[in-house]
């Protein structure tokens, strides 16, 4: 009997520890005006003339915001068309966004759907699932929580679509030339150092069994 309610006492553990994480709904605005800064940026950027502003998920991006705050980051990406940022604005008025973003507990929101193209990784925008995580900054590095929310939202990616390439941000150049790099201006790039090494070390480590394909090296 001692054995048995101790079997049940794990199995109950290892079932909670499962099931503990799901992906909270939480869009973003994705009217007829963001629809057609999409389109426009498929063509434009990319050559790709579609109907729909679809993707088909080969790669998935791991990001921070630098931004304190889920809703202050939720802010910054709701609106469809860019707001300021020179850098970006001569290249797409289409706003920054991604599929997916971390909050500091853990908690994933998703605010587009994982095949719907979002901006955010030059290039790489028609194959790649953004996943933002809230914070970054060195007063708020990125926490033990979201590490286990970005391993949980890996695997789970993996089992829907059939992802080659786990990325961080920062490595984004690196596939300049490969068959799925479509920008076309040369000139357009931004320097990125997110999510920070130290992050994509555990996140790739606790993934490894996807064998993911390794990053192009230069
Ligand atoms: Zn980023």
Excluded at 162 to 172: F, V
Excluded at 178 to 190: A, F, I, N, P
């Amino acid at each position: 009997m001692k054995y048995l309610l101790f079997f049940i006492m794990v199995m109950f553990t290892l079932f909670s520890c499962k099931t503990t994480l799901k992906i909270v709904d939480k869009p973003i605005i994705f009217n007829e005006q963001r629809s057609q800064l999409t389109l426009k940026y498929l063509s434009d950027r990319y050559g790709l003339q579609q109907q729909e502003p679809t993707i088909t998920p080969k790669m998935i991006v791991l990001h921070w915001t630098m931004i304190p705050t889920f809703e202050k980051s939720f802010e910054a990406f709701n609106p469809a068309k860019l707001p300021g940022r020179a850098d970006l604005q001569a290249a797409s008025a289409l706003n920054v966004s991604s599929q997916f973003m971390v909050d500091r507990d853990g908690t994933i929101y998703q605010l587009l759907p994982e095949t719907t193209m979002a901006r955010h990784v030059i290039g790489l925008n028609h194959c790649a699932i953004g996943v933002e995580n809230i914070g970054g900054t060195e007063d708020l590095p990125l926490t033990r929580a979201q590490v286990k929310s970005n391993i949980w939202l890996v695997d789970y990616l993996s089992e829907k679509y059939n992802i080659d390439y786990l990325i961080g941000h920062y490595e984004y150049t690196l596939f300049e030339g490969h068959e799925l790099w479509l920008e076309k201006d040369e000139g357009y790039r931004t320097k990125k150092t997110d999510p920070g090494v130290d992050f994509m070390t555990k996140v790739r480590k606790a993934t490894e069994k996807h064998n993911f394909k390794s990053v192009p090296k230069k």
